[in-house]
């Protein structure tokens, strides 16, 4: 399954100056639990941001310009969806799309589910945003306290 996993501010944003703009533990937390032991897909400034892998998953970076100087274990550069696509058929388990904005855009007609933690701030400044109607095409399934005003909703897809 392919299913998408952001955090968001009250404004939907996501990002300011290349980075996650706050630290909850609670959601780190909730984020390494659920993706752990599968796929992670990011886009190239995401993986600038992050700056290694994350273990114990698959990682691939969407790029199409982006060289990797280094050889990791468990990361593959992919130029485009398709490419992604191919090998989240052959690779088993769940792929998270994690961001950034453009790589959530790209795969927005396949994700198929979306775990949205809601934190509880608007960030000022913020530079990065989700579309305000990402989830137009999803119905909500659930809710978890993550504590701390952090409420991550399940959303599937209609």
Same mark, same amino acid.
């Given at each position: 399954m392919i299913?998408?996993?952001v955090a968001i501010d009250k404004i939907f944003a996501i990002g300011k100056d290349g980075k996650l703009p706050w630290h909850y533990p #609670? *959601?780190? +937390?909730?984020?390494? @639990? %659920? %993706?752990t032991g599968?796929?992670?897909v990011m886009g /190239?400034? %995401? /993986? @600038?941001?992050?700056?290694k892998p994350l273990p114990y998953r698959y990682n691939i970076i969407l790029s199409r310009k982006g060289k990797i100087h280094e050889t990791f274990e468990n990361v593959m550069l992919v130029p485009n969806k398709e490419a992604v696509l191919k090998l989240a058929n052959n690779i088993g388990g769940d792929v998270f799309i994690i961001g950034g904005s453009q790589t959530f855009v790209t795969?927005?007609?396949?994700?198929e589910k979306w775990l949205v933690t809601e934190v509880?701030?608007?960030?000022?400044? #913020? *530079?990065?945003?989700?579309?305000? *109607?990402?989830?137009?095409?999803?119905?909500?399934r659930d809710t978890? *306290?993550?504590?701390?005003?952090?409420?991550? +909703?399940?959303? @599937?897809? +209609?």
């Amino acid at each position: 399954m392919i299913i998408g996993i952001v955090a968001i501010d009250k404004i939907f944003a996501i990002g300011k100056d290349g980075k996650l703009p706050w630290h909850y533990p #609670a *959601d780190l +937390k909730f984020f390494k @639990q %659920t %993706t752990t032991g599968n796929t992670v897909v990011m886009g /190239w400034n %995401t /993986w @600038q941001s992050i700056g290694k892998p994350l273990p114990y998953r698959y990682n691939i970076i969407l790029s199409r310009k982006g060289k990797i100087h280094e050889t990791f274990e468990n990361v593959m550069l992919v130029p485009n969806k398709e490419a992604v696509l191919k090998l989240a058929n052959n690779i088993g388990g769940d792929v998270f799309i994690i961001g950034g904005s453009q790589t959530f855009v790209t795969f927005a007609d396949e994700i198929e589910k979306w775990l949205v933690t809601e934190v509880p701030i608007e960030v000022e400044g #913020a *530079d990065t945003f989700m579309p305000r *109607d990402f989830l137009a095409c999803f119905e909500e399934r659930d809710t978890m *306290d993550l504590g701390g005003g952090l409420r991550v +909703k399940t959303f @599937q897809r +209609k």
